[in-house]
């Protein structure tokens, strides 16, 4: 049994995604950032960086959606979030999933929290070069989606798609929200039909960027 500690439309979302797509049995727990839920003194002691995700496996909490999304691939390979071990599209997987955690993750994290760095606004040009970075890595990806979509591995889901749509939702305020780039649109549309999409934006009281 699992636990899901979330907040909607956050970095949980791609982990709350896998559940679904799994058909998991699963127990979700809503974390108020506003209210600065994350660092309350229980919550930390789940979660000690005081974000979201936390995944409760068997009474033991983890975090990292990347990490959680890979166990989950392991814990449960009918759902093939991930291809097997020692396929041809393993290593790609490896790479996407890895790309994603190291690349947009920290560049979008310093784009909504700026505080991570001290100040509550970052200068102009630092802004501007995130900004930039981000775009670079969408372009990136879009380049790929090109000749080797229609999603991250080719012909089949998997759990990279449910990062990327993620962060693609996530610029849907930028300056240039990812559904720019023509292959990221396509992908963004075929994605944002699969029923677990819905059953998420329902569960979560989403509403915006939902098709
Ligand atoms: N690298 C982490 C990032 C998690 C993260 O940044 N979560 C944000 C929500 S998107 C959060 O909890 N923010 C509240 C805070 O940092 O106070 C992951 O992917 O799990």
């Known amino acids: 049994m699992y636990t899901l500690y979330y907040a909607p439309g956050s970095a949980s979302m791609a982990v709350h ?7 998991a049995p699963h127990r979700l727990e809503k974390v108020d950032l506003e209210a600065g839920g994350q660092h309350s003194a229980a919550y930390r002691k789940l ?10 496996i068997d009474g033991k909490p983890y975090f990292e959606s990347v990490g959680l999304l890979m166990l989950l691939a392991e814990l449960h390979p009918e759902a093939r979030l991930a291809p097997p071990v020692g396929s041809a599209l393993r290593p790609a997987w490896y790479q996407w999933m890895a790309f994603m955690a190291n690349s947009l993750a920290p560049l979008y994290r310093l784009w909504f929290m700026p505080q991570d760095l001290g100040p509550d606004e970052l200068p102009p040009a630092v802004r501007d070069a995130i900004r930039r970075k981000i775009e670079d890595s969408w372009s990136l990806v879009d380049v790929h989606l090109g ?3 229609p999603c991250m591995l080719g012909a089949e889901v998997s759990a990279v798609d449910l990062l ?7 610029s849907r305020n930028m300056p240039k929200p990812a559904t720019d780039w023509p292959a990221l649109k396509r992908f963004a549309g075929l994605m944002r039909r ?3 999409w819905n059953k998420l934006y329902e569960i979560e009281g989403l509403t915006e960027w939902a098709e």
């Open 147 to 149: 000749s080797n979509g």
């Open 194 to 196: 699969r029923p677990s």
């Open 47 to 56: 979660n000690p960086r005081g974000q979201v995700p936390t995944l409760v």
């Open 17 to 23: 995604l896998a559940l679904l797509e799994i058909g």
């Open 164 to 170: 990327t749509l993620m962060y693609m939702r996530w």
